[in-house]
């Protein structure tokens, strides 16, 4: 039973990295014209180094009725529950039990995704995305937390 539960954890954390990174990199993503753009003149574009700025641009167009309710909740919404399994799934698959480590772990990721997606002009890298993300993981990591126990007795079946 233990093996076949770590597994199936290894599976369905593969499976959920390769959605991620299909979202990330490849559905729906870029114009054509941005993409062959210098990429120093694509930073100018894509970059925000500000810390709630996008939040806030986006709660603001909301109260003012000039951005769409849903297109203001897939992005601040859809960063979050983005990375929600990656929180849960890494401390399980990957024996990265102490939360300072699934953090610094997820960081790093997310970090390399934001840069990828800016490398390759297939997104921005915005620090609110690389916020929004982390919330994500932690929302994971307090579900893998409280179903720890359960985890842990069924690996022992």
Known sequence: MQKTL????GAAFLLYLLILAYILF??????VYMRQMPLAEYMTYA???????TIRGFWNAFQNDRIQTDIAMLNI????????PFGFFLP???????LWKCLAV???????????Q???????FDIDD???NLLGVLIGYAAFKAVFPIYKSMKKA
């Open 92 to 98: 399980a698959a990957r024996r990265l039990r102490a």
């Open 106 to 116: 997820s960081f790093f990721a997310i970090l390399s995704a934001e840069g990828a």
């Open 118 to 124: 800016l490398l390759f002009r297939v997104g921005s």
């Open 47 to 53: 970059v925000n180094l500000v810390p709630f700025e």
């Open 26 to 31: 490849f559905r729906g993503r870029g114009n």
């Open 6 to 9: 770590k597994r199936l954890t």
């Open 77 to 84: 919404f859809g960063n979050i529950a983005l990375f929600i």
């Open 130 to 132: 690389i916020i929004l």
